[in-house]
């Protein structure tokens, strides 16, 4: 997402084809866009970089917001006749024959669950996708989902600053099978140890009208990456490579998908796949992180509507 929208300028193209690539030169499997990233242009840069590496990797994209005439997102929508055109969309933008992934990007609480699943059961049935997902569903939206068309993954925020989805998620995605992908893994980067009070975001930073990073929320939170730093000093590691694989070890069937604009950062957050956190280190993690009361909502009012619970 990142690197063509929300984060602030996008990122130039040809620099944002080479950091996909060497993504995939490094061990990574799994891509992840949008219709909505850009909107539209993420996709583009997404099926330019793995052109030549379609064999290898695999690629996931989402439906489910409707644009004005001017492409300027206008809120959700998952008729199943918009569903079809989005793949199609989707299909010409990323230059594939097949969707590996298919994400309802958010529920649309005025089409029936079970109309969404139908319709991606035919484009699976079609050869258009492989595989169906959801974001950001709760749990009966996701029992439905399935019971119609099996869900293979669920993508929702989950990190150390948000662990909503372990009181009823998790249980319910390990009873039925369904692969967990969280997304904003890093904190939208807060994680990392790299924003403090001081740290100013551009009016085209989603990060500008989020609760959570306000100065004084920052500041409040700042509790948080201390514990992830001095866990990472005993691995000679960083406050983000800790976070990551935290998330790691709490499911073996967890896949969080940090995004980065830039190699060096891209080497950091494949590196965490191989630091192992010892039970003291993820007892101390646990036992701090239940003490810590993160302040600031993590989305704008606005966008609150959208969530599924």
Known sequence: MGISHGLGPAADH?????????????????????????????????????????????????????????????????????????????????????????????????????DVAGTVKELIADGKVRHFGLSEAGVQTIRRAHAVQPVTALQSEYSLWWREPEEEILPTLEELGIGFVPFSPLGRGFLTGRIDPTTSFGQNDIRSSIPRFTPEARAANQALVDLLATVAARHDAAPGQVALAWLLAQKPWIVPIPGTRRVERLEENTAAADLALSDDDLRQIRDAVSEIQVAGARYPEHMQRWIDR
């Open 14 to 114: 040809a620099d944002g084809i080479a950091v996909i690539r060497a993504a995939v030169e490094r061990g990574v499997t799994l891509f992840d866009t949008a219709e909505v990233y850009g909107p539209y242009v993420n996709e583009e840069v997404v099926g330019e970089a793995l052109a030549p590496y379609r064999d290898r990797v695999n690629i996931a994209t989402k439906f489910g917001f409707s644009f004005d005439d001017n492409g300027r997102q206008t809120g959700v929508t998952s008729e199943p006749a918009h569903i079809k055109t989005a793949v199609d969309g989707s299909l010409r933008r990323l230059g594939v024959e097949t969707i590996d992934l298919l994400y309802q990007h958010r529920v649309d609480p005025s089409v029936p669950i079970e």
